[in-house]
Structure formats: C-alpha cells, structure tokens
C-alpha cells in the first residue's frame, strides 16, 4: 500500500539558522508515529510544514501522492491534514460544542449537520459533560482534549499532535494516551511530536529522531532506546556506552 | 436536539420579537416630538451599532472609520435622489450596495495588517474619504447638499412634520441588522468570524479562510452602515462631510457596540439605549451654560461602565452568564 504521506528532502532555514536539512521519511497509512528529539531539533518546524503553516525552502510533501507543501494551512485542512498546537490555541469566547462545530464546517455546510457532527465527537473525546462550557474555563488536560475534538471535526486522514501529553500529570497523560489509541482506531494516521520519549515510546509503532536539524534515526520503540547516536543525542557522550 | 444553542436563540428570538413589539408601539404613549425624535435618532444608532458589530464585535476586526461607510451611503441616495430622481427606498439598497463595495475596496489592503495596525489604517482611511468629499464639488463640497422638500411620501421617504414615519423606518432599519446578527450568530459565516476573532492561527487549522471572512464581515457591516447613512440623510434633509464623515462619527457608530458589549446580540442595542438618550439629555440641559459639562458628564458615563462592567453592560443581563464571558 503506498504511504499516506510523504516527505522528500524537506530543507528550511530561518535566516542562519537550519531547523530541518534534507529531512525524508514515509508515514504509513493507520500507523502512529513518533516524532522526537531535543529541544531545537527541528520538530515542530517540519510539523508546521506538514500542516502548511511553512513552506519548505526545497523539497517536497504529499499526502496521497498529492503536493501539499506550499498551499497553505487552508487547503492542507481541506486536503485531510488536522493539527494541534503546543500552546494549546482554544476560541476562548465560544462554548465547546461551539469550538468543535467551527471544524465541523469544514464538512458539513449546514448548522445542523455541522451540530450533530461535533456532539458525536466531543463525546468521543470523553468532554460530554463540559459541552456547553466556555471553553476559557476548561483545565488543562481538557483543552487538550477540546483541541484533539475540534482537529478530528475536521474529518482528517492524518493528525498531527504537538506535545499533547507534555506536562500533565500520570494519571492526566494515561487518559490521554488512551484517547490516542482510541483515535488511531478510528482509522485516523497520527504523526505525535512529544520530546519526553518515555511517553511516546510505547504508544507508537515507530519513530523518527530529529537532532539539529537532521533525521539522527527511524525504527522501532524497541530498536531507538537502544540506539546509541539517539542516547547521545539525549545524555551527551558520557553514557552512550 | 434541545441542547444549549439551540434553545437560547429560541429565547433570544423570542425576547428580539417583543423587543420589537414594545418599540413599535413606544409612540402609543410618546406624542412628545423631541422625544419621538431622540427614540429615532436612538433607534438608528443601535442600528449603526449593531452593522458596526457584525465586523468589530464577531469578527474581531476594530474599525474606526466607520463614518466613512456611513458618509458614503448618505451621498449615494441623496445624490441619486437629487440628480437622477431614483427614490430614496431605492436609493437605500444603492447606498447598501456601494458601501458595502467600498468596504471590500478598503479591506484589500487594510485585512493584510492586524490588530491595532488595522485600526490605525481604518482611522486613516476615513480621514481620506473625509478630506475627498470635502474638495470634491459634483457632491457639493463643503457646502453640503440640502434635499429638497418635494411633498409627502413613503417612496421618498418625505414627511411634512410628522416623526412618527421614520419611527417605523429606522426600526425596520435597526431590525434587520439585528437579523441579521442573528443569523450570523448561527451559521457557517459566523462561527467562521469568531473563530478568526479568538485565535487565526486555530481558525486557519480549520480550514477557515482568514482573508475572505473578514472580507465578507467587512461587506456586510460596510453595507449596512450605508443603508443607515441613507436614512440618516433623508431625515436630517441636509448634509455635508462634517456631519456624516468627520472622524467622530467613527465613534460614535463604535462606541454603543462596545459599551454594551461586543460580539453579542444586544449589546448595542443596550449600548445606544444608553449613550444616545444620555448624551442627547446633558447636552440639551448642560450644553449651553457651562460649555462641556455634558461632555464631561458623557465621557465620564463611560469611563464608569469601562471599569465597573469591561465586558459590556450586557453583562448585567442572564442571557450569556456571568461564567460565559472570558475575564478580559
């Protein structure tokens, strides 16, 4: 089956800086991949490529064998590409089910539709209780999931997560990686950006490591954590035995 | 589906229907001129207001050079009135529909700045417009232009002495901005607009069109703002670019809106309840003698809402509670 989505030496620079060099790498249709590495390794610089927030300098993006790099975060959304963001971005005056609707136009032009569509997946997302809220008054872990919601409205084939989990507690993180899998089983590819690999490691089937810029490594949960250059990369040379 | 949305524009509908009711039947009790005078004037402003509003309060977008919308609808029927004899009825959509383009025209290059920028640039722009209409001799210069007297008629909206006509028309007037509020408060378009208002870069995640929402919003409140300008000018039977483009006139369409609160149904209709009645009586009893009192009495009604009530006095009321509205 051809990959659903592919990255062809990605390049970009803001201005002397090089946050991704020559990045390629397939996602899998269905799968949940990791994306990680250090603070500054260029993750959500390549994730903001994918969601046409930035353009790439050189190279190239498709999603199903179409471009996507260039067109712009309107048509990406259109095109199945649904995001969310490290600092969580809530519409602070308008109630849940009125954040999530605002996704649901994006499929169904009727207010009804739009409405009906939305209160499915708030449920979905474990938010039923908080849906006539406004959404300012959310916590934490429930905006995350408030922005999972709005990004699943708009009915997209790949979801890209920013730090989703990063700071919430245990318990919080558990219910939100159960929310992942629960995604993923929808049929929805997951591309997860997380730097605390402790997180991301068992959730995900594979996982690109990103360091300066470059892809350092792709593998397996298993085959990463044992890598030794990935080990550096984290700890420094000291305990890459 | 009885969820939350759903039944409070049920409400809303409701209350905006006996709203309506008690404002038609205000001049049942109120033979007064002056008064039935100020209820017009007052009327036509929630009205501004509220197409002030529809692009300021859903769509985030601060304009301050709304008089310029206003000043051009008011041209626009007057002068097709006076030198072709369209009907002002008709010239009222004319005025709608050049506003409303005008808007867009402005909007091309105003959009690509945000924020204060874009405020800054509306300020100027309407300075522009003000300055054009004023060297401009086919609209009449400075001078202005006095609409004639031609006999009663509902066609050209000409009444004798009798106010209680145009009482009817700027309720209509004020009606449909209302409307269409409320439309908007529940369709794709709107929910688009707030969106754009919280947070662009989410919206964009979306797929919302950022340019082409605050395009539309911009269309629809210039338009509207026009249609007012017309009225305003077939009541009034005289204007020049002083009373319908000088730069406070931006203001004032702005400031009923944000007073009784932005992006919601009634707060300028709240707003211009209080700010017209109020800045029309200390004038009238204050202006004359001590030069400024009401000015000072007006500006301080304001600064008291600002701080006792930052969201607007709207927020005195139950229909978004207390608990709906962001602590600014």
Redesign the interface.
């Known amino acids: 089956m051809s990959p659903l989505l592919e990255i062809r030496s990605v390049s970009k620079r803001f201005g002397g800086v090089a946050a991704n060099i020559d990045i390629s790498f397939d996602v899998r249709r269905g799968e949940i991949l990791g994306l990680i590495g250090p603070n500054g390794a260029g993750k959500t610089s390549l994730f903001n490529a994918i969601a046409g927030e930035v353009t790439p300098d050189s190279g190239e993006i498709m999603l199903n064998g179409q471009r996507l790099s260039g067109l712009g975060p309107v048509a990406c959304a259109a095109l199945g590409v649904a995001r969310t963001f490290q600092v969580v971005r809530s519409f602070d005056t308008m109630t849940v089910l009125e954040n999530v609707m605002v996704g649901a136009f994006l499929r169904h032009r009727a207010p009804a539709a739009a409405m009906r569509a939305a209160t499915d997946i708030i449920g979905f997302c474990g938010l039923n209780g908080r849906i006539d809220r406004p959404a300012w008054g959310l916590s934490p872990p429930e905006k995350r999931r408030l922005e999972v919601a709005r990004a699943l409205a708009t009915e997209p084939q790949l979801l890209l997560l920013d730090e989703m989990l990063t700071g919430l507690t245990p318990t919080e993180a558990q219910s939100g990686v159960q929310l992942i899998r629960d995604v993923a089983a929808r049929g929805v590819t997951i591309i997860m950006v997380e730097h605390v690999m402790e997180i991301v490691l068992p959730l995900v089937e594979r996982a690109v490591v990103l360091n300066l810029g470059q892809i350092l490594t792709i593998g397996t949960s298993a085959e990463i954590v044992r890598n030794p250059a990935v080990i550096r990369a984290y700890l420094g040379d000291r305990y890459a035995a | 589906?009885a969820?939350?949305?759903v039944k409070r524009r049920r409400q809303e509908l409701v209350v905006g229907g006996v709203v309506l009711a008690g404002l038609a039947l205000l001049p049942v009790p109120i033979k007064d001129v002056y008064t039935q005078n100020l209820i017009i004037i007052t009327v036509l402003f929630a009205g501004l207001a509220q197409a002030w509003n529809i692009l300021g309060g859903y769509c985030g977008q601060i304009s301050l050079g709304h008089a310029l919308y206003f000043g051009i609808g008011s041209y626009v029927s007057t002068l097709l009135y006076l030198k072709l004899g369209i009907p002002p009825t008709l010239g009222l959509f004319a005025a709608g529909i050049v506003a409303g383009a005008a808007a867009l025209l402005i909007g091309w290059p105003c959009f690509r700045l945000s924020g204060h920028y874009y405020a800054i640039a509306t300020v100027v722009v309407g300075e522009i417009g003000y300055l054009l209409f004023l060297n401009w001799d086919f609209v009449g210069g400075a001078t202005g232009v006095f609409i004639p007297f031609k006999g009663e008629s509902w066609a050209e909206l000409q009444f004798k002495t009798a106010k209680l006509p145009y009482h009817f028309v700027v309720l209509a007037f004020a009606a449909a901005t209302w409307l269409a509020a409320f439309w908007l408060e529940?369709?794709?378009w709107g929910?688009?607009w707030?969106?754009v208002?919280?947070?662009v870069?989410?919206?964009?995640?979306?797929?919302?069109?950022?340019f082409a929402s605050k395009m539309a919003a911009a269309a629809l409140s210039g338009g509207f703002t026009g249609m007012g300008g017309a009225l305003y000018a077939q009541y009034v039977g005289y204007i020049d670019p002083d009373s319908v483009l000088a730069g406070h006139f931006s203001i004032l369409i702005a400031l009923p809106a944000v007073l009784g609160g932005v992006?919601t149904l009634w707060g300028p209709l709240i707003g211009a309840a209080v700010l017209i009645p109020a800045s029309e009586l200390s004038r009238s009893y204050l202006g004359g003698s001590g030069r400024g009192v009401d000015l000072m009495l007006y500006g301080g009604l304001i600064v008291l809402v600002a701080l006792a009530r930052p969201q607007g006095l709207v927020s005195l009321f139950n229909w978004r509670r207390k608990?709906?509205?962001?602590a600014a």
């Not at chain 2, 608990?323 to 962001?326: F, L, T, W």
């Open positions: 589906m969820n939350a949305i529940g369709s794709r929910f688009a707030r969106a208002k919280d947070d870069v989410a919206a964009r995640s979306l797929g919302v069109n950022i992006g608990s709906d509205v962001p």
